[in-house]
């Protein structure tokens, strides 16, 4: 699975969007782009994911450019909760957890 | 999606004692894993909990350090043998079925974690 590159740490004014980056300019053309967080002292919690198109759920909106090399997770309300590490992955659908690389995230603060 | 119970959810241990954690999940699931986050880290894979047979151990890991059950499908104990404090973490059990969301996505569920201090 493809690696990838996030910001360290972000900050978001409440009620604000926040747009967290994610490269993956390796990826293949059957990996999917799946987004994390993990808020403190909890496990990772499943967003989102998309292959091509842009895709909106109830949590954020995935928007992946026509390269597929990167990507961006947009949560259009950020409340105070959404203070988490953001995890961008990139793995096949059916491929085998043993090789994802989970990288440091993007530490996002949303600040009131 | 399946719902993980994970226990203890924090314990202190002294040096060279062994401890058991506990995965519970509310339904049958294929694939079991675990989890270590060091302070400051990101998500190591430990191993694959596989039932009825060997978990299988990454690199950098074995099972006379880290012995792990699967009884059943719901079911699975990692226990952290012999603790150092280099073995205090957060140790996380996962789940994933593939297909398992009715997006057909391959999501990792993961349970609230067992925050591990070793003194």
């Known amino acids: 699975d493809a690696k990838t590159t996030q910001p360290p740490s972000m900050d978001c004014a409440e009620g604000r969007a926040a747009n967290l980056p994610c490269n993956h300019s390796?990826?293949?053309?059957?990996?999917?782009v799946y987004w994390y967080r993990q808020i403190h002292s909890q496990g990772p919690q499943y967003i989102i994911h998309?292959?091509?198109?842009?895709e909106t759920n109830e949590m954020a909106s995935l928007i992946i450019t026509e390269d597929r090399k990167s990507s961006t997770l947009i949560l259009p309300h950020a409340t105070l909760r959404d203070t988490a590490v953001y995890y961008c992955?990139?793995?096949?659908?059916?491929?085998?957890?043993?090789?994802?690389?989970w990288g440091l995230g993007t530490s996002l603060a949303v600040n009131p | 999606s399946a719902v993980i119970s994970q226990k203890p959810s924090r314990d202190i241990c002294q040096r060279g004692t062994s401890l058991t954690i506990q995965c519970q999940v509310d339904?049958?699931?294929?694939?079991m894993f675990w989890y270590r986050q060091q302070p400051g880290q990101s998500l190591t894979l430990i191993a694959t909990?596989?039932?009825?047979?060997?978990?299988?151990?990454e690199s950098g890991f074995v099972i006379d350090k880290f012995p792990i059950s699967r009884p059943n499908l719901t079911f699975s104990t990692l226990t952290v043998s012999n603790m150092s404090p280099e073995d205090s973490s957060i140790y996380l059990c996962?789940?994933?079925?593939?297909?398992?969301?009715?997006?057909?996505?391959?999501?990792?569920?993961f349970g609230a974690g067992s925050r591990l201090t070793v003194l």
């Open positions: 996962s789940v994933s079925v593939v297909g398992g969301s009715s997006s057909g996505a391959n999501v990792l569920t």
């Open positions: 339904s049958q699931v294929t694939m």
């Open positions: 909990a596989n039932q009825g047979s060997e978990a299988t151990y």
């Open positions: 390796t990826i293949s053309g059957n990996e999917y």
């Open positions: 998309g292959l091509k198109n842009n």
């Open positions: 992955i990139v793995r096949f659908n059916a491929g085998n957890n043993r090789k994802l690389i």
